[in-house]
C-alpha cells in the first residue's frame, strides 16, 4: 500500500542504522540497571502484527506478509475460528481507539512507546507535514522495524517528520533525550499493549516519568491498556491455546491488570493523571466484524446484539494535574 502523494524530504525521516562510516546515527540507550529485560515481551509484538494483517489497519497486511518464523501465541492461520477472529476484532478496535482520541488533540508532538510493529507514525505523516511522530519500542524491535520500512520505501513518501528509535519506556534519561528532539510545545504520548507487561511499581515509574514531561510541556497521555482483570464469563468466552496461556503466565498478565475500571482511575489520579476521556468503540466500522459474526457460535447468536462480547478494556486520554 504505497502512496502515490508528492515525496517527502529524504531527511523527514530518521534512522539509526549504522552508516556507511560505520557510526551508529542515534546512541542505542543501555537498560537501567534497576529495570528487568523486557525483551520477552517484544514476540508478542509479530503476533499482533500478524493478527492486524487481517484487518484494514494501515500497512499491516504488507508488514505481516515480510513476517516469517514461528509466533509465540501459536494462532491458528488454518482455522480461523471464533477465538481468532475476536482476537482481530480486539485488536483492531484497539488500534482506532488511539486515533479516535488523537483527533480530539491539536498536539503536532507525538510520541508512540512500545510501537511494536505498528505504523500509525507512518500513515499519519504521509498524511500530515505538520505532525512530528517519534515512534518507539525496544532496540530489537526497532532496528527489525527500521528495515521493514526501508523495504517497503515507506520513508521515501512522508511529509511530516518521522524517527524511529529505540526506547526502553521505563529509563527517566532516555525518554527525556527522546522528549527533548520536540521542538518546544504540547505533546501527546500513546501507546498500546504495554502496561499489562508492568507490575505495579513499573507501572509507578512509568507514570512518574510521563507525569513529569507532561506537567513541564503540557500535552496528554492515550493509553489503551486499561484492562481489567477477566471474571469466569469473559475467560470461558474466549478460550487460551496453550502457547498464549503460557506467555499471559510468564509475564504474569492478568495480576498486571486493574481491578476495576474505578480502580484504574483512582490508580492514574493517585499518579497525578486525571482521565479526560474514553475512546467509544464502533464495532460496526471494523474490517474484522464480518468475518467474526460468520463464526458467532450458537450462544452468542442468541443473545440480545446489546450485549455484545464483554467489555474487558478501555482506551483513555490523561492529562497531569
Ligand atoms: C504486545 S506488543 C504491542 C505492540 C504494539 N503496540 C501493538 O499493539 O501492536 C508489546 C510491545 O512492548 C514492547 N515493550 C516491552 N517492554 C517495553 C519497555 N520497557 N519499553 C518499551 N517497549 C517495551 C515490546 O517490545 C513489544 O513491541
Redesign the pocket.
Known sequence: MVSDRQPANESAFQSFTINPAGVSTFKISPMTSE?KD??S??P??K???LL?GYTNIPYAKELAALMQGSEVFDLNFDDKDFGFWARVLH?ES??WSIDQLLRQTQTRNML???????LRGVELCMQDETIHYID???PD?MTQKQQLVAHQQLDKQLLGQLELLP?????ENAFQEVVNRFENGPLTIV????LM??NEA?KQQLCGIIHRILKQRGGYWIT?DVYVRRGTEALNAIPQSSGEAAFFEQHHIEENKFESYESAAAFFRSQGLEVVAEATPNPDGLSALPHLINVLPEAFRKQPQSEGLPKIQATWMLKAI
Open positions: 529495570s523486557f525483551t515481551v517484544s508478542s509484538a503476533s499482533l502484527l492486524k485488536f484497539r488500534y508512540e512507546l512500545s510501537s511494536g510493529f505498528s518507539t519500542d525496544l524491535l526506547l526502553n519506556a521505563l529509563d501507546n498500546e499493549g504495554l507487561y508492568l513499573e489503551a
